[in-house]
């Protein structure tokens, strides 16, 4: 059993960086990913970024690419999501969760959830 837990969101100002972070405690897998999700009022809920637990293989949604750094600590079990550049339109709740990274990056194979984090950016 593994429960991730999502903190460092906020209210930012667009062009502003806010910093992410995931745990992950209870059991692991080396062959797991680590994903950050958003999902914004009215709107189905994204892939954002992810990251394998022991490759380190990076995952990003267009939307994240080059404004997005995810990165992970294997031994500590946490990952983290520098969000640079951010815009208005990054408004959303955003969500960690682990599960096999075969099938990644749908939301649909991630097994463990934690609860989300607010980020808003104002314009």
């Known amino acids: 059993m593994c429960s991730c837990q999502a903190s460092g969101g906020g209210l930012v100002q667009a062009g502003g960086s806010l910093r992410l972070s995931c745990a992950a405690s209870?059991?692991?897998?080396?062959?797991?990913?680590m994903g950050w999700f958003r999902q914004a009022p009215g709107k189905e809920r994204e892939f954002v970024a992810g990251?394998?637990?022991?490759?380190?293989?990076?995952y990003y949604a267009d939307s994240a690419k080059g404004r997005f750094i995810i990165s992970r600590d294997y031994a500590k079990n946490t990952a983290a999501l520098q969000m640079n550049s951010l815009k208005p339109e990054d408004t959303a709740v955003y969500f960690c969760?682990?599960?096999?990274?075969?099938?990644?990056?749908?939301?649909?194979?991630?097994?463990?959830w934690g609860k989300g984090t607010q980020v808003t950016v104002s314009s």
């Open positions: 969760a682990t599960g096999p990274e075969v099938g990644f990056p749908s939301s649909a194979g991630m097994e463990y």
């Open positions: 209870g059991r692991t897998f080396s062959s797991y990913v």
């Open positions: 990251i394998s637990w022991s490759g380190g293989r990076t």
